[in-house]
């Protein structure tokens, strides 16, 4: 898995993600990345849930957004690669919510959290007695200095 942050594109579209939330509210936020060959590229999709209570805590993306933009992509070559989205006021640890309705389908998904300036990735895989399970790993985004930047945008937002 750490091979997979040595592409460079990858690590541009997580940024993208990371970037795409606006840091000003309690709503869950979220997107896709997009595969093709080499290249990945991030889309933000909104949340299905937002303007709802539980939009806290639960990322859903709006399934006509979601439709429309992956069979835009799936026609140009483009396979969806992972799911991405933050949690506002919690850690990165994925919620029985998550696992039961969004990670659903997606091989790879990763969450943010603004506040620990996390970012987790969770792959399904099997687990050593062979059951199919979300594997967790921390993104090393102290190697990057952008994640500086976003801390920068975030702080300067909020002032
Ligand atoms: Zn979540």
């Given at each position: 898995?750490?091979?997979?942050?040595?592409?460079?594109?990858?690590?541009?579209?997580?940024?993208?993600?990371?970037?795409?939330?606006?840091?000003?509210?309690?709503?869950?936020?979220?997107?896709?990345?997009?595969?093709?060959?080499?290249?990945?590229?991030?889309?933000?999709?909104?949340?299905?849930?937002?303007?709802?209570?539980?939009?806290?805590?639960?990322?859903?993306?709006?399934?006509?957004?979601?439709?429309?933009?992956?069979?835009?992509?799936?026609?140009?070559?483009?396979?969806?690669?992972a799911?991405?989205?933050?949690?506002?006021?919690?850690?990165?640890?994925?919620?029985?919510?998550?696992?039961?309705?969004?990670?659903?389908?997606?091989?790879?998904?990763?969450?943010?959290?603004?506040?620990s300036r996390?970012?987790?990735?969770?792959?399904?895989?099997k687990?050593?007695?062979?059951?199919?399970?979300?594997?967790?790993?921390?993104?090393?985004?102290?190697?990057?200095?952008?994640?500086?930047?976003?801390?920068?945008?975030?702080?300067?937002?909020?002032?």
């Open positions: 898995m750490k091979d997979l942050f040595k592409n460079k594109k990858l690590v541009a579209a997580l940024k993208e993600a990371v970037k795409s939330n606006t840091f000003d509210g309690e709503e869950e936020e979220g997107g896709f990345i997009f595969k093709k060959d080499e290249e990945f590229a991030f889309e933000k999709i909104p949340n299905k849930n937002s303007g709802k209570a539980f939009a806290v805590v639960l990322y859903e993306a709006d399934p006509i957004k979601i439709g429309r933009t992956d069979y835009k992509r799936w026609k140009d070559g483009w396979t969806l690669f799911s991405f989205h933050t949690h506002p006021g919690a850690s990165t640890m994925a919620s029985h919510l998550d696992l039961q309705k969004l990670f659903t389908g997606y091989q790879i998904n990763f969450i943010y959290s603004p506040a996390i970012l987790s990735g969770y792959k399904l895989e687990d050593e007695e062979g059951i199919m399970a979300y594997q967790a790993f921390e993104v090393p985004m102290k190697d990057y200095s952008w994640h500086r930047e976003v801390r920068y945008v975030e702080k300067h937002e909020r002032d």
